[in-house]
């Protein structure tokens, strides 16, 4: 698969799996537009990583359950004029004791 000069956004990207699928995209030749929320030393690292293979990498940081930070995140991604594709990565991740859940 080629995703040469693709525009791809990915939510929730600066960890676990969307740091991996990040760095497919940009292995594959495609541009990752990189969404966090508090993980920012994630992103920029993810950000060094995919431009360091020659790929182009920007962030957006927002929080989702926010409707002030996703309509300025909305905005922010209308104005990059042409996305190519969307995954829907982002979660939600607590602290869970596992002992104590039913």
Known sequence: M???????????????????LSLFIARQGGE?????????????????????LGQKAVIYQADFSDLESTNKFI??????????AVINNASIFSDLDWDTTD
């Open 75 to 84: 905005d922010q991604v209308f104005s990059f004029n042409e996305i190519d």
């Open 32 to 52: 990752v537009l990189i969404h966090h929320n508090n993980s920012t030393d994630e992103a920029n690292s993810l950000q060094n990583d995919i431009q360091g």
């Open 2 to 20: 080629r995703l040469n000069n693709k525009k791809v956004l990915i939510t929730g990207a600066a960890k676990r799996i969307g740091r991996i």
